[in-house]
């Protein structure tokens, strides 16, 4: 399974934009980029994923570089509720391989 | 909208003894993912199961055992716990397009074994 390589910990203010990072240089053609998010005493809760194409939905965005060897996660407004681990995975099996996640902590 | 139930939500067991974790997925998924998360730890995955067929095994025991029933349940088998063994156990579930799906997970709260 390919690795991805994130930041231990980020920091942000509340309602402003946080941007994760997520390197990735071993990605195959197939690998889906997934990201999901956990947070304290709970179960990971998916946030976004894609392939090759920027993707948004209600939660985030997805940036993917063209060469697909990094992406990013846009929360465009953080809250006090985006505190949490988020993982950056690459799967084309399904299977989620969970590394070691950045833990985001956003500031009133 | 209805989530993936996880039962029980706590299991207290003693070393050697058995014990069943039950997940009910989202109605409609075909695929459940079960996943282990020790303390600290980040989870890790254990057994997937699309339509009833184990379809991917991770780093699971050869004392758990797992199926997926007729009706997408799925049942993990634990035996001759061990004190390495207390961890949060995670089901997910998911609408497969194939043994191996990229559609989002669903995951459950839970379950909680604690092993005396």
Known sequence: DAKTTQPNSMESNEEEPVHLPCNHSTISGTDYIHWYR???SQGPEYVIHGLTSNVN?????????????????????????????YYCILSNTGKLIFGQGTTLQVKP | AAGVIQSPRHLIKEKRETATLKCYPIPRHD?????????????????????????????????????Q????????NMSSLELGDSALYFCASSLGTGAYSNQPQHFGDGTRLSIL
């Open chain 2, 69 to 76: 029933f007729s009706d997408y349940h799925s049942e993990l």
């Open chain 1, 57 to 85: 939905n209600r939660m985030a965005s997805l940036a993917i570089a063209e060469d697909r060897k990094s992406s990013t996660l846009i929360l465009h407004r953080a809250t006090l509720r985006d505190a949490a681990v």
């Open chain 2, 31 to 67: 695929t459940v993912y079960w996943y282990q998360q020790g303390p600290g730890q980040d989870p890790q995955f254990l057994i997937s199961f699309y339509e009833k067929m184990q379809s991917d095994k991770g780093s699971i025991p050869d004392r758990f055992s797992a199926q």
């Open chain 1, 38 to 40: 956990q947070l304290p």
